[in-house]
Nanobody, 125 residues
């Protein structure tokens, strides 16, 4: 079972990026999928999650205007569309799957059993 994240890169402040995370070896169509991020020297933090019914929960309300999560259950893929990026958004972004809690979106990394390898997003000022 593998989650493969991609789409990171070096961008300028104000730019947009779309991250993708595809699953293989198991379907996650009914599971919670989420994005976390970890900046250098900081803890891994919850960004946003989506359950199998499409319900979305953001870790911070300030992200709602700039980040959008979506999923393609037919292809077991989750996306994170990020816009108006700032240097504070620079981090390694991880996708993760919670296979236990089908409805409630948890924010602790400990609740997520499967993780992608991370994709680096660097936003220059």
């Amino acid at each position: 079972v593998q989650l493969q994240a991609s789409g990171g890169g070096l961008v300028q402040a104000g730019d947009s990026l779309r991250l993708s995370c595809s699953a293989s070896g198991r379907t996650f169509s009914r599971d919670v999928l989420a994005w976390f991020r970890q900046a250098p020297g900081k803890e891994r933090t919850f960004v946003v999650g989506i359950n199998g019914d499409g319900k979305i929960y953001y870790g911070a309300s300030s992200l709602k205007a700039r980040f959008r999560i979506s999923r393609d259950n037919a292809n077991d893929t989750v996306f994170l569309q990020m816009s108006a990026l700032t240097p504070e958004d620079s981090a390694v972004y991880y996708c993760a799957a919670d296979i236990v809690h089908k409805v409630v979106i948890r924010t602790s990394p400990d609740e997520y059993a499967y993780w992608g390898q991370g994709t680096l997003v660097t936003v220059s000022s």
